[in-house]
């Protein structure tokens, strides 16, 4: 019989990346990527039970393998525990799912078995997980600071440098029209060159004009040089261009993120519907006009 020991709970946000350049180091804590992204009100809310069977990782109802979030749980805990996972972003698209539930489930454990560790422990802990198991390498970073965040310099803290693209909030609409495997991305020496190339030029030109505007112009630039999107993606983006709106692939997924620096919202919204549902998040920021 299961006997149940204690428990915690702790949410992490998605995290849409629209530009990035992986930086290569044989010290994990240093390896990572450059680049901005946004952080959405929707993520996964995580419930850490101990118990005195084997290790289980539920989300959605479903029983995940879920190797980042195991291999956190593993550098945290030496006893078996119960992770129940619930997403409101979705997994393997694009949002961070995976940094995500990894740091929503430190959080978690730290709380339920009281491990005292600090926010910079847990990040680190979780970006250590993500860049071994290949299947992120700085959304946790991203996630842990907020808003429009500018990775200046890769790792986790204290090597990782962040800074943010000072923005009121604002609505961001997203259409997934299919997965794309970040660890296939990241393998291919080939891909990687174009992006490392495009991901540098762009973050240098975001920091010379750092707006939302600006962002997601670069983000579209990058994704057109680096060619990762399909014929229904670029359709996507381009009819959102012409409502007037701004539109980029999420890095990586076959995802549309948009959103709008005037009044076309509903047209935005409505061009995307004919392509797939449209989920509206919030990017909360750093600061609110008066």
Same mark, same amino acid.
């Given at each position: 019989m299961l006997t149940e020991i204690s428990a915690g709970r702790a949410f992490a946000p998605g995290h849409i990346t629209g530009f990035f350049e992986i930086h290569d180091d044989p010290d994990p804590r240093r390896k990572g990527s450059t680049g901005c992204g946004?952080?959405?009100?929707?993520?996964i809310d995580t419930v850490v039970t101990g118990y005195t069977e084997n290790t289980e990782i539920i989300l959605d109802g479903i029983p995940a393998r879920a190797e980042t979030t195991r291999s956190v749980i593993e550098q945290l805990v030496d006893f078996p525990v119960r992770v129940e996972c619930t997403s409101s972003i979705p997994v393997g698209c694009g949002f961070g799912a995976s940094a995500a539930g990894a740091l929503s489930t430190a959080y978690a454990l730290n709380d339920a078995f009281s491990l005292g560790m600090t926010s910079n422990q847990i990040v680190e802990t979780v970006h250590i997980a993500e860049v071994i198991n290949g299947s992120g390498m700085g959304d946790v970073e991203g996630q842990y600071f907020g808003g429009m965040p500018i990775r200046r310099s890769p790792g986790c803290p204290p090597h990782g440098v962040l800074d943010r693209v000072p923005t009121p909030s604002f609505n961001v609409h997203c259409i997934v029209l299919g997965e794309l495997s970040t660890g296939s991305v990241l393998?291919?020496? !080939?891909?990687?060159?174009?992006?490392? $190339?495009?991901?540098?030029?762009?973050?240098?030109? =975001?920091? @010379?004009?750092?707006? !939302?505007?600006?962002?997601?112009?670069? $983000?579209?630039?990058?994704?057109?040089?680096?060619? =990762?999107? @399909?014929?229904r993606v670029m359709d996507a983006i381009e009819a959102v261009d012409s409502a007037g709106g701004m539109a980029s692939q999420?890095?990586?997924?076959?995802?549309?993120f948009a959103c709008s620096a005037n009044d076309a919202e509903e047209d935005?919204?409505?061009?995307?519907?004919?392509f797939g549902k449209v989920t509206t998040y919030r990017v909360t920021s750093s600061y609110q006009h008066p």
């Open positions: 946004i952080v959405i009100n929707g993520g393998s291919d020496p !080939v891909i990687m060159k174009e992006v490392n $190339s495009a991901g540098r030029s762009a973050l240098l030109a =975001l920091l @010379s004009r750092p707006t !939302v505007e600006n962002f997601m112009h670069l $983000s579209k630039q990058f994704t057109l040089k680096c060619g =990762l999107a @399909s014929d999420a890095m990586l997924g076959e995802t549309v935005i919204v409505e061009v995307l519907s004919t």
